[in-house]
């Protein structure tokens, strides 16, 4: 019984030694590197097997290294990691490159070699507009400050109302002025027919007593 495991697992050893290889030589021993551009400056890449076309599924040891077109600024060695926006082939790099036009090449050293380059450029963002601040704020006060108007003039019709007030007792005494000279007048001319009339009574006594 003992023989008979040991042999059983004995060729299930032998199977996997011999599937192993077949497997991997399916794919084939490179891998395809593809450097499609960028995004916010971070290098984007794609890996894949050479011989089916099938993406890399294992863990990818490459180095990504950047001049600029001029040699005047090189940037790297970086590595690449998963690109979780470009699944399952994509690849990415944590660094992003500054603005500018640059020369990208990816080496790839395991699973398998590979290799792939390409020119990026890289544009320059304009930085986020700052808020203007909001000017009806500043503008606010003003429908308070023509408070103050508006009462000023519902105020100013109430001199008009005093005047009023002030020139009743002006004409009440001049009517009281009339009447009292209309009453002196009246009395006047009552006395002076009165004193005619007794004047009168007194010459006709004196004539009766002469004649």
Do not use: C
């Amino acid at each position: 019984m003992r023989i008979r495991i040991v042999f059983s697992a004995a060729l299930a050893a032998l199977g996997l030694m011999f599937l192993l290889p077949a497997a991997a030589h399916a794919h084939g021993d490179t891998v395809k590197v593809v450097v499609t551009g960028q995004r916010e400056g971070h290098v984007t890449a794609d890996v894949t097997w050479e011989n089916d076309g099938d993406a890399v599924d294992e863990t990818v040891a490459a180095t990504v290294n950047a001049s600029s077109v001029d040699g005047s600024r090189t940037m790297g060695p970086w590595r690449l990691v998963r690109d979780p926006a470009a699944k399952p082939a994509g690849w990415t790099t944590a660094e992003a490159l500054p603005p500018g036009s640059w020369k990208v090449s990816v080496d790839v050293g395991f699973p398998a070699l590979g290799h792939g380059e390409l020119d990026v450029a890289v544009p320059v963002v304009d930085p986020a507009p700052v808020a203007a601040t909001p000017v009806a704020s500043a503008a606010a006060p003003e429908p308070s400050s023509a408070a103050p108007v508006a009462s000023a003039d519902s105020a100013a019709p109430a001199p008009a109302a005093s005047s009023a007030q002030a020139a009743k007792p002006a004409a009440d005494t001049e009517g009281y002025a009339v009447w009292w000279t209309t009453a002196g007048v009246a009395v006047t001319a009552v006395a002076g027919a009165a004193v005619g009339l007794l004047l009168r009574r007194r010459r006709r006594l004196r004539l009766d007593r002469l004649g």
